[in-house]
């Protein structure tokens, strides 16, 4: 199974600052079946990217990934107040369809 | 636009069962690859299993044997059972629609399972 390490595990930053997170594999994912995901208190998580790198449907542009292999980073250019939440990286190519422990980002 | 309606907050004992399900409303014509993920309180995503289309199954290791994925297709809804529950299995447990190459695609607002004596 492949595990998925994120980092940091809290950050901090404020409104208008830029957010990059982290996703390390511990091996190669195929096909770069690596997603991302917001989750909000109370709420169910909502996919952001996927394929590392493609926005999902109605996610605005200031969130983007990259990366490939086994590692991988979501990047937001400019905060915005609503963007404070956890953040989850899974791959989803093969079964078992393993989860990073969540990187929270706060004000 | 399709939503996946949950069942409602379970409360069991120790060894009991709790069944979830999840119903594709909006659209109960269309089978859909289904996942199920838990999250304990504080805690992080955890993928439990999969059902896709062709009604073939698979779980993660640590639920095999435990957990039962079915589906009642006339009615458009998924089922997850979890047996021989323990204080560990509380958690929230989602459904989320899968689709390959993108991932979870749409989730369910979640069912909270609490097990205590």
């Known amino acids: 199974e492949i595990v998925l390490t994120q980092s940091p595990g809290t950050l901090s930053l404020s409104p208008g600052e830029r957010a990059t997170l982290s996703c390390r594999a511990s091996q190669n994912i195929p096909g770069n079946y690596l997603a991302w995901y917001q989750q909000k208190p109370g709420q169910a998580p909502r996919l952001l990217l996927y394929?590392?790198?493609s926005r999902a449907t109605g996610i605005p542009d200031r969130f983007s990934g990259s990366g490939s292999g086994t590692d991988f980073t979501l990047t937001i250019s400019r905060l915005e107040p609503e963007d404070f939440a956890v953040y989850s990286c899974q791959h989803y190519g093969i079964p078992p369809y393993t989860f990073g422990q969540g990187t929270k980002l706060e004000i | 636009q399709v939503q996946l309606v949950q069942s409602g907050a379970e409360v069991k004992k120790p060894g009991a069962s709790v069944k979830v399900s999840c119903k594709a409303s909006?659209?109960?014509?269309?089978?859909?690859?289904i996942n199920w993920v838990r999250q304990a309180t504080g805690q992080g995503l955890e993928w439990v299993g999969w059902m896709n289309p062709s009604g073939d199954t698979g779980s993660a290791q640590k639920f095999q044997g435990r957990v039962s994925l079915t589906r009642n297709t006339s009615v458009g809804t998924y089922y997850m059972e979890l047996n021989s529950l323990r204080s560990e299995d509380s958690a929230v447990y989602y459904c989320a629609r899968y689709i390959d190459g993108q991932g979870f695609v749409l989730w369910g607002q979640g069912t909270m399972v609490t097990v205590s004596s």
């Open positions: 394929g590392a790198s």
């Open positions: 909006g659209n109960t014509f269309t089978i859909y690859d």
